[in-house]
Structures are given as C-alpha cells and as structure tokens.
C-alpha cells in the first residue's frame, strides 16, 4: 500500500527528514514504473535513481553519525548494506522476469516500508543520541 509521508515518521533532523521525505518519493516511483506496462525504460531509470538517491542519503546518515560519535555506526551500515543487496536481487529479478505486480510489491515492501521501519526501529536511535549529546553540551 503507497503510504504518504507524515509526520510521525519525523526524527526531528529537518535535513535527515527532508531526504527520508525524498526516498519515499523515489519508492513510490519506482512502484508505479514497474506498474506501468509501457515503462520499460523508466522501471530501469527509476532503480538507478531509487540506488543513487539511498547511497547518498545513506552517506549522509552515516555522515552525521561519525559527526556525532554514535556508538552503532557499524551495525546502521551493515543494515544499510543489507539494503543494497536486496535492492539488487530485485533489479535482478525485474531484468530476468520482467516487471509484474509482484515485483512491484516487493518493491515498495523494500523500499516504502522498509523505510519506514527503518526510521521507526534504527534512524530514531541516532537522533537521540545526537540529541542527548546536545542536552549535555
Ligand atoms: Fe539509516
């Protein structure tokens, strides 16, 4: 289901939630390009865009982690990198059997409510952090 952004998924970083607003519409892109029948073309540019959008929200992140001594770094990158490697088997997939309305489900379950989950159980962990180290400044 295409969710919309709100603003419960906000962890108080305006920068960080303005890139998490950007995924979300990289997601839903990539969802109606493999929906589309005619789009050969743009399921291919909306995975390369959907990659490159999450490699450098995913430095920027990890950026603002190293910024902040966040103690999990390691483990937000090995989940990151998790992200990658699932990202292409569905590239793989979609090359080998073509788009369909599963693969455009496994799409947004991978890339919408992945997110979304991810803010929830992962990204709000390094805001807290970042902003107790404020609170102790
Ligand atoms: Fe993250």
Request: hydrophobic share 45%; aromatic share 10%; no cysteine.
């Amino acid at each position: 289901m295409l969710r919309d952004w709100s603003d419960v998924y906000s962890v108080g970083i305006p920068e960080i939630d303005e890139q998490h607003q950007g995924f979300f519409a990289a997601s839903h892109r990539l969802y109606e390009q493999i929906l589309d029948r005619d789009a050969k073309q743009g399921v291919q540019e909306a995975l390369a865009f959907m990659r490159h959008y999450a490699d450098s929200h995913f430095q920027a992140e990890e950026a603002f982690m190293r910024q902040h001594d966040y103690p999990a770094l390691k483990a937000h990158q090995a989940l990151h990198a998790a992200f990658f490697a699932r990202l292409d088997a569905l590239a793989e997939d979609l090359a080998t059997f073509g788009p369909s309305p599963d693969l455009a489900d496994r799409a947004l379950d991978l890339t919408q409510d992945w997110l979304v989950e991810h803010i929830a159980d992962e990204d709000v962990l390094y805001a807290l952090h970042a902003r107790s180290q404020t609170a102790d400044a």
